[in-house]
Structures are given as structure tokens and as C-alpha cells.
């Protein structure tokens, strides 16, 4: 008859104890929980930093929108520039006309 012996748990690393002749699991002692080490300061920094960083990716998403507004107007105004000056000229011949 062999003893039951120990072996740390490869996904936990808690201590399973076996049974040879089973092939069973007797026991399970969990790992030694570790604290959580919490720095309020260093977690107000983070949340400041984020906060700063979203700031300026949402300034600069607005200049983008509003260089795309001018750009848009700029095109606008130089094709209705066009309209006019063509509007001096005879209308095109339609194949409908002939």
C-alpha cells in the first residue's frame, strides 16, 4: 500500500494531495493568497492621464472635423463658381434636340 504525497497544482499552484492506488485527489489546499498592493496615488495619476490623453484625442478628432468642414465649403464654393461661368455659355446640345 503506498502513503498519499503532495504535488502543487500546475493552473493554481495550490498543494492537491494523491492517492497512487485511487488515482484520486484527497485534498486541495489553496495557494497562499497575496495582498493586493493598492497606491491610491499612482491610480489617481493613471485616471488623470487618461483623462488628459481623451482630452486631447477628442480636440483633435474636432479639428479634423472642422478642416474637413472648410476643406467641404472651399470645394463648394469653387464648383459653384464654375455653375455660374458656365451658365454665360449656350446650354449643351442634348442628342434629344437633334
Do not use: N, W, Y
Amino acid at each position: 500500500m503506498q502513503d498519499p504525497f503532495d504535488v502543487t497544482c500546475p493552473c493554481c499552484q495550490g498543494l492537491l494531495t494523491i492517492d497512487p492506488e485511487r488515482k484520486t485527489v484527497l485534498g486541495h489546499r489553496p495557494p497562499p493568497s497575496k495582498a493586493a498592493s493598492f497606491d491610491l496615488a499612482s491610480e489617481v495619476a493613471k485616471l488623470k492621464q487618461s483623462d488628459a490623453q481623451r482630452e486631447r484625442q477628442f480636440a483633435d478628432a474636432l479639428a479634423g472635423h472642422r478642416r474637413q468642414q472648410e476643406t467641404l465649403a472651399r470645394r463648394f464654393d469653387d464648383l459653384f463658381q464654375k455653375a455660374k461661368d458656365a451658365e454665360d455659355s449656350a446650354p449643351p446640345v442634348r442628342d434629344i434636340d437633334l
